[in-house]
């Protein structure tokens, strides 16, 4: 770590965990608690559209919040602004109703929000240099899963217990403490000397996002082939996820129950398997974790497309949860393992933006997803669909096998190879 006694990093730890748990916690809580209210009084595609419009505030916003933050220097304050701003656009949903209020509040909640994942994490992965970047990355990532099992976990009780409008009120503290842990987290790459005008970051994020020249930083070691594999990746998994609950209810034949339970295996096993993968990720390099995170989504999509096979329910419940444990480990493995390659290759004053680049890809795999994987769903059935689908994810995992070089560890390929 880049800090000085062990006091410090551990308070800084914390500050990390907390702002880490408590983003994904209330960026769950959201959309969950919103796609009931929604429903409610709207459509199925009202409904799809909660999940839509967060994707595209990320996909637009996450590189804009990144270059940001690259090009003033000034990381902490950046993401102090976009976690008060998330805060901020929480708070009319608890007067405004309806669904076009909803929805538009929900998008103006993702454009700020964006702004958290690229700039943390190239803190993060800049805290725990090249020697630990994995593990930091591993620790904060369990973090997260902390605050994502807590989300799904609590989203019900608070609707059977607040009204609509207290539910948003306590979304609102949920974000402040977001921006309150961010206040005290301090830049391990400050610069605190740059020309800081409005025209000039104008200028320099339409550069950086719209370059005619100068884009080899996003082809060092293969880079580039990451955020394709990270769309297909996205693709396959969140256009399934986005059909999960009705399929493991409808066609599985679980209890609405047992649903909650299936589905919290992903976010528990991501608890102690973004750690794992962290010290993995510094042991044994980065490529590999990737691959094998792919293939994984890959295999989660195909094993819940077998879970109908079996006649007892014992065995689809059996079948569904090896499947939801297989997604848990693949993204710990795929989220730590891209992280800290990105960390690896990126230019220090080009990280933010690079990394929230992977949630516009990801991001769009969120737009273009579930209503694919609903449309073919309609036609050939959800089972074929999702054993369809694994290809995809096993795709990018073969592009990053051939066309990614290794930034990390004894097989790591220079940059300038």
Not at 25 to 43: D, K
Not at 159 to 172: C, D, K, M, N, Q
Not at 271 to 285: N, S
Not at 337 to 342: E, H, Q, T, V
Request: charged fraction near 10%; include cysteine; aromatic fraction near 10%.
């Amino acid at each position: 770590m880049k800090f000085g006694s062990a006091g410090q990093t551990s308070g800084q730890n914390i500050a990390i965990a907390v702002a880490a748990a408590a983003n994904k916690g209330a960026t769950i809580l959201m959309g969950t608690v919103m796609a009931i209210y929604v429903g409610r009084v709207g459509t199925p595609l009202a409904v799809s559209l909660v999940t839509a419009t967060f994707f595209f505030g990320l996909m637009v916003f996450s590189p804009v919040w990144g270059a940001i933050a690259d090009v003033t220097g000034r990381r902490r304050a950046v993401l102090v602004l976009s976690a008060a701003l998330a805060a901020a656009a929480v708070f009319p949903l608890t007067f405004v109703d309806g669904v076009l209020g909803s929805l538009g509040f929900r998008t103006l909640f993702a454009i700020f929000a964006a702004g958290f994942l690229p700039v943390m994490l190239t803190v993060v992965s800049e805290r725990g240099g090249d020697a630990g970047r994995g593990r930091a990355v591993g620790l904060f990532s369990s973090a997260a899963a902390v605050g994502f099992m807590l989300g799904q976990f609590a989203s019900g009780a608070l609707i059977e217990l607040f009204a609509r409008s207290t539910v948003y009120l306590l979304l609102v503290v949920f974000s402040t403490i977001v921006a309150v842990a961010c206040l005290v987290i301090e830049d391990p790459t400050p610069d605190h000397n740059r020309k800081i005008t409005i025209n000039h970051i104008a200028q320099s994020i339409v550069r950086r996002l719209l370059p005619t020249t100068g884009i080899d930083h996003l082809r060092t070691n293969g880079l580039q082939w990451l955020y394709v594999a990270s769309f297909l990746r996205s693709l396959t998994v969140l256009g399934m996820t986005s059909l999960l609950p009705v399929y493991l209810v409808s066609n599985v034949g679980v209890s609405p129950f047992m649903m909650g339970i299936l589905l919290a295996i992903n976010p528990a096993v991501q608890i102690g398997g973004m750690y794992l993968m962290g010290r993995l990720a510094d042991d044994i390099g980065r490529k590999q974790l990737i691959v094998v995170g792919l293939a994984g989504s890959g295999f989660y999509s195909f094993f819940l497309g077998l879970a109908t096979l079996p006649d007892l329910l014992l065995f689809r419940v059996l079948i569904a949860g090896v499947g939801l444990f297989a997604l848990g480990a693949a993204f710990s493995a795929l989220q730590t393992g891209i992280i800290a390659f990105i960390g690896d290759v990126a230019p220090v004053e080009r990280e933010s933006e690079l990394i929230g680049l992977r949630s516009t890809a990801r991001g769009l795999g969120g737009m273009v997803g579930p209503p694919l994987f609903g449309i073919t769903a309609m036609f050939v059935g959800f089972e074929t669909t999702f054993i369809a689908a694994s290809s995809l994810a096993w795709t990018g995992a073969a592009l990053v096998g051939f066309r990614v070089a290794e930034s990390h560890g004894p097989h790591a390929v220079p940059a300038d190879d």
